[in-house]
């Protein structure tokens, strides 16, 4: 079946300008991640959504940072007024959660930002 | 404060001996320790779950083992294969934490034939 797929894969934008990322979860899955990943590091948490609850933001790094999810479906990850350090890979998962317990996230490809 | 460590030099073996990798944690109270492989330019793919009261799982050429005592997991790749090269992650949820993941920063595997 269908993975969670993200778009666009590339962007480049000049610093100062707004971008938006959108992530497709796999149909079904409750759950839905978003993590920043810069160059050689690992995988920085910024904002996870279940079902109808309101979302944990505890991992966005400023308030230029949003992100939506309309029901279990499609999110969008809104970055405001774009910095060079806001430059990284940003990977969006989900997952499915039965019975309490959480299983494996699946992710996407990832969308490179670029900020010139 | 809370930390995820993984060696972050990569580890060089010969193909077809065993590759061992390392994840330390401290001030965690781990529900669980998953650990994930990641390619260059994809995201990465989840490979085997331990749950805090499991001493070892397997799956095919892949061992894990979680310590809570020493604080550690290690993941083992038996009879490495040049395929195999690729950044391990190992990543863990606390018991106050919900489904929230924290990953540590990886260590690169290269196998050579």
């Known amino acids: 079946g269908a993975g969670v797929s993200q778009s666009p894969s590339n962007k480049v934008t000049e610093k100062g300008k707004d971008v938006e990322l959108r992530c497709d979860p796999i149909?079904?899955?409750?759950?839905l991640y978003w993590y920043r990943q810069r160059l050689g590091q690992g995988l920085e948490f910024l904002i996870y959504?279940?079902?109808?609850?309101?979302?944990?933001k505890s991992g966005l790094p400023s308030d230029r940072f949003s992100a939506e999810r309309t029901g279990e479906s499609v999110s969008t990850l809104t970055i405001q007024r774009t910095q060079q350090e806001d430059s990284a890979v940003y990977l969006c998962?989900?997952?499915?959660?039965?019975?309490?317990?959480?299983?494996?996230?699946?992710f996407g490809p990832g969308t490179r930002l670029t900020v010139t | 404060s809370q930390k995820i460590e993984q060696n972050s030099e990569a580890l060089n073996i010969q193909e077809g001996k065993t590759a061992t990798l390392t994840c330390n944690y401290t001030n965690y109270s781990p529900a669980y320790l998953q650990w994930y492989r990641q390619d260059p330019g994809r995201g990465p793919v989840f490979l085997l779950l331990i749950r805090e009261n499991e001493k070892e799982k397997r799956k095919e050429r892949l061992k894990v083992t979680f310590d809570t005592t020493l604080k550690q997991s290690l993941f083992h790749i038996t009879a490495s294969q040049p395929a195999d090269s690729a950044t391990y992650l190992c990543a863990l949820v606390a018991n106050n934490a919900g489904n929230m993941l924290t990953f540590g920063g990886g260590t690169r595997l290269m196998v050579k034939p």
């Open positions: 959504f279940q079902g109808n609850s309101a979302p944990d």
């Open positions: 149909s079904g899955h409750t759950a």
């Open positions: 998962a989900s997952s499915s959660r039965r019975g309490g317990s959480s299983y494996e996230q699946y």
